[in-house]
Every structure is written in C-alpha cells, then in structure tokens.
C-alpha cells in the first residue's frame, strides 16, 4: 500500500491528503477551476459563441470551435484542409440529375450516381461491373432457342426452354429409349398389384419375381397374400379381441396381448389392471405413502368431488358464493372412529368414504375457519352450529 502524502489545494489553499504524486488541487472539481483559470478566450468560428480554449490548442490551430457539430459544418469546401479546388459537374447516371463529384473521383470513375439508391437501381444486367453476357441454346426438346447465362451453360450438361419441355424429355427417356435411338439403362414393367407401367433399373429388381412401383403398393399386396402361412416369418398365432374397443387384432403366443395396439386402449388397460400400481411398480417401497394422499389421489375421489360441485352448482352452502373447495361433513378420523376402520379393512367401507352426501362445496376461507374453531375431528351437528354463526356476522 502506498504511503499518503500530504499536499495544499492550489485553488482553495486546503491541506489534503493522496497517494499519487504531484498532486495540485484537492478534488476533480478543483481541478476543473485550476484549468479554467488558464484558459484563453475565444469564439466559435462557425457560429459565433464564445469559448474558453486551453492555450496549447489556442496555439496549434488557427479555427477552433464550440463543440464537434459545429466543427463538422465549419470544415466544408473551401474550409477543409483537403480542399483541391471545388467540385465537378456531372449529371447521375440514372436519374440525370446534377451533381458535384471531387477531382479523384472523376478521374477514377464513368459513372456516376446521386445516391446509394439509383446506384443499386441502375447497375442491373447489362450495367453491372460483373456482368459477362449471356449464352444462346437450343432446347434439348423441341429446340427453341433460348437466352442463359454462362454459369448454368457451365453447370448443366442439358438444357431446356422450361419445366414441361424437362418433363417430356424425361418421360420419353424412361420408356426405354435415348432420343439417339439407343437402349437406356431404366427398363419398363407392370407393377405386381395395381398392374400400372413404372420404370425402374435392374439391380433395383429382388429374386422372387415381384415388382412394385410404389412401396405403398407392396405393403398393400403383402397385407393380402403375406398372411399367416404365406409368410415366411409366421409364428402361429389366433385372433383375438380387445378388451376395450373390441376390435380384431392377431395375437402370437410368445406375447399373449389383450389388447389391440392402440395407444389409447393400451392405457386404459393398464389403469384398469393397475398393472404398474402397488407391488407392480418397479418403484414399490412396500407402501408408505399416508393413507390420506393415497385417498385424495384415488380416481374415485377426484370424481366424487367433481359430482359435488356440480350438485352445489358451484356455489357455498353456507354463503352462496362461487367457490371450488370441498368439505367433509364428517371426517376421517370420525369415520374411523366410528366404524372402527383401519387402513387394512378400507376396502370394505369403501361406500362410506366416497359417500356424496358427506362432502358440500364451501369457499376457502370458509372452510379455514371452520377447521380453526373446531379442529379436524368433525361432524354433522357442528356444521349447522357454524352456519348459524357465520350467518350471523360472528366471524366477520
């Protein structure tokens, strides 16, 4: 760390302290009055304002100025220390206005533009820099002359007046003959189930004799005449129905599906099973989940409460405000206390759980402060108690 060093401010004769050398004022603001004080005055030789000039710039340049706008208005024509003279007269090469070009630029060009935009305009074809000319062909088809640019002369080995010239020559190629008169390498044949010619190449052919002229039209030939024994790759197997939509589908025995290959129906089997539920499920840890996330998580009891809303209309029994927050008239833990349930037994008092007549439709906050008077062990008495109560302005 560098040592301070004490100074005075030669602007306000302040004592003060720094750590960098030669050191005149105490702050920048000092600073800026110290140099004010040595600057010499001026004007702007562009508009006039006055201005204080640092004398090393007073005695470099003859002109000085107010700030770069007015320098930039000042240091044109005959004012720039590039000045040769004044400009040349010409005329735009599109638009034939006239214009003002400098000496070099007349000299290095023959053309000569107003903008950037009648530049761009003007040099198209014919008057582009890089323009090479053009290249006059035949049409390989029917032999009208046609203009092209080099590039596709170079490019393309043929070469045809327009798409339907292209066409017909190409067709007339894959029925077997060159126009020379010679054999083409594409052969012509009948496609094995629609019957249609189509043209094709002879290492493109397989061994067992058939041929095709679209892959659509083999699938459909093999869904007729690949089945069971006439397939090579036939396993044995039955028919069999889903047990969702009820459709046929082909069954082999190394699978023993039930269901058809729809996603759709293959869903809802494995809901229906609970085939990945419980001791199915690869994550299974031996069924820890609380018995109250695994009952509100339940099908059956998402659609009670959608039953629910619907019979309240969506509205608070207690107030008649739209709300969507069910209630239990009577709880779980009166439920299990009064029919002695227990998690094992569940099954057998399913009905009273999932019991429509046990749960009504109240607003949120409602519903916490119900719960906050009168706790989680409930019943049907003190539901009529708090809407008589909360009626009557008692929790407002």
Same mark, same amino acid.
């Given at each position: 760390?560098?040592?301070?060093?004490?100074?005075?401010?030669?602007?306000?004769?302040?004592?003060?302290?720094?750590?960098?050398?030669?050191?005149?004022?105490?702050?920048?603001?000092?600073?800026?009055?110290?140099?004010?004080?040595?600057?010499?005055?001026?004007?702007?030789?562009?508009?006039?304002?006055?201005?204080?000039?640092?004398?090393?710039?007073?005695?470099?340049?003859?002109?000085?100025?107010?700030?770069?706008?007015?320098?930039?208005?000042?240091?044109?024509?005959?004012?720039?220390?590039?000045?040769?003279?004044?400009?040349?007269?010409?005329?735009?090469?599109?638009?034939?206005?006239?214009?003002?070009?400098?000496?070099?630029?007349?000299?290095?060009?023959?053309?000569?533009?107003?903008?950037?935009?009648?530049?761009?305009?003007?040099?198209?074809?014919?008057?582009?820099?890089?323009?090479?000319?053009?290249?006059?062909?035949?049409?390989?088809?029917?032999?009208?002359?046609?203009?092209?640019?080099?590039?596709?002369?170079?490019?393309?080995?043929?070469?045809?007046?327009?798409?339907?010239?292209?066409?017909?020559?190409?067709?007339?190629?894959?029925?077997?003959?060159?126009?020379?008169?010679?054999?083409?390498?594409?052969?012509?044949?009948?496609?094995?189930?629609?019957?249609?010619?189509?043209?094709?190449?002879?290492?493109?052919?397989?061994?067992?004799?058939?041929?095709?002229?679209?892959?659509?039209? %083999?699938?459909?030939?093999?869904?007729?005449?690949?089945?069971?024994? @006439? *397939?090579? =790759?036939?396993? #044995? &197997?039955?028919?069999? $129905?889903?047990?969702?939509?009820?459709?046929?589908?082909?069954?082999?025995?190394?699978?023993?599906?039930?269901?058809?290959?729809?996603?759709?129906?293959?869903? %809802?089997?494995?809901?229906?099973?609970?085939?990945?539920?419980?001791? @199915? *499920?690869? =994550?299974?840890? #031996? &069924?820890?989940?609380? $018995?109250?996330?695994?009952?509100?998580?339940?099908?059956?009891?998402?659609?009670?409460?959608?039953?629910?809303?619907?019979?309240?209309?969506?509205?608070?029994?207690?107030?008649?405000?739209?709300?969507?927050?069910?209630?239990?008239?009577?709880?779980? =833990?009166?439920?299990?206390?009064?029919?002695?349930?227990?998690?094992?037994?569940?099954?057998?008092?399913?009905?009273?759980?999932?019991?429509?007549?046990?749960?009504?439709?109240?607003?949120?906050?409602?519903?916490?402060?119900?719960?906050?008077?009168?706790?989680?062990?409930?019943?049907?008495?003190?539901?009529?108690?708090?809407?008589?109560?909360?009626?009557?302005?008692?929790?407002?």
């Amino acid at each position: 760390m560098r040592k301070l060093l004490d100074y005075i401010c030669i602007v306000c004769d302040k004592e003060f302290k720094s750590s960098s050398l030669n050191v005149k004022t105490c702050s920048r603001g000092r600073l800026s009055r110290y140099r004010e004080r040595n600057r010499i005055k001026s004007e702007c030789n562009f508009c006039g304002e006055e201005i204080f000039v640092p004398p090393s710039r007073f005695n470099k340049y003859d002109k000085h100025y107010c700030d770069i706008e007015c320098r930039k208005k000042g240091l044109v024509g005959e004012n720039s220390g590039t000045w040769e003279g004044g400009g040349i007269k010409v005329n735009c090469s599109c638009c034939n206005k006239e214009i003002f070009v400098g000496k070099n630029k007349f000299i290095k060009n023959e053309r000569f533009f107003c903008d950037l935009a009648c530049r761009d305009k003007f040099c198209i074809g014919e008057n582009s820099h890089s323009y090479k000319g053009k290249v006059a062909i035949n049409c390989d088809y029917c032999g009208k002359e046609k203009i092209i640019f080099p590039s596709q002369y170079e490019k393309y080995k043929r070469h045809f007046c327009d798409g339907v010239c292209r066409g017909k020559q190409i067709s007339i190629e894959r029925k077997g003959f060159l126009p020379n008169g010679t054999k083409s390498k594409i052969i012509l044949l009948n496609c094995t189930f629609c019957g249609d010619f189509f043209c094709t190449r002879p290492h493109l052919l397989n061994d067992s004799g058939r041929k095709f002229c679209y892959s659509s039209c %083999e699938s459909s030939w093999r869904k007729i005449y690949y089945q069971k024994d @006439n *397939n090579p =790759n036939f396993r #044995g &197997g039955e028919v069999r $129905f889903c047990e969702i939509c009820g459709d046929e589908f082909w069954n082999i025995p190394s699978r023993n599906h039930k269901v058809c290959g729809n996603r759709a129906c293959l869903s %809802e089997y494995v809901i229906k099973h609970k085939i990945f539920a419980g001791e @199915n *499920n690869s =994550n299974w840890k #031996g &069924g820890i989940t609380p $018995f109250k996330i695994a009952v509100r998580s339940c099908a059956k009891y998402n659609a009670v409460r959608e039953m629910c809303f619907e019979r309240d209309g969506y509205k608070s029994v207690i107030s008649n405000k739209s709300g969507f927050l069910h209630h239990h008239i009577a709880s779980y =833990n009166f439920l299990f206390r009064e029919y002695g349930m227990t998690e094992n037994n569940i099954d057998e008092f399913g009905n009273i759980l999932f019991d429509l007549e046990n749960v009504i439709t109240m607003l949120d906050q409602e519903h916490y402060k119900f719960h906050s008077v009168y706790g989680w062990d409930n019943n049907t008495q003190q539901l009529e108690q708090f809407k008589k109560d909360y009626l009557g302005g008692m929790y407002d």
